[in-house]
């Protein structure tokens, strides 16, 4: 099992950074790496923005 991941040495303290680690290996896996990190993170950027504006258009209409 340990020769499937293809992980290098990583050192992060941060709760965060670890978790965000973890969330893009599973995505650069799911994708089967065609996409870089940067446009992983640019789409991931993209939709929040899109939902954020969604749900103020909710909030307009809904008064």
């Known amino acids: 099992m340990k ?3 293809k992980f290098r040495p990583i ?3 941060r709760k965060g950074r670890i ?3 973890v969330i893009y290996r599973i995505l650069e896996q799911k ?3 065609k996409y870089t990190c940067e446009e992983l993170i640019d789409t991931i950027r ?3 923005m899109m939902l954020c504006t969604m749900i103020l258009d909710l909030e307009q209409i809904t008064g």
């Open 31 to 33: 994708l089967k790496e």
């Open 11 to 13: 050192y992060l303290s």
């Open 3 to 5: 020769t499937e991941f």
């Open 19 to 21: 978790t965000a680690l």
């Open 46 to 48: 993209f939709m929040d």
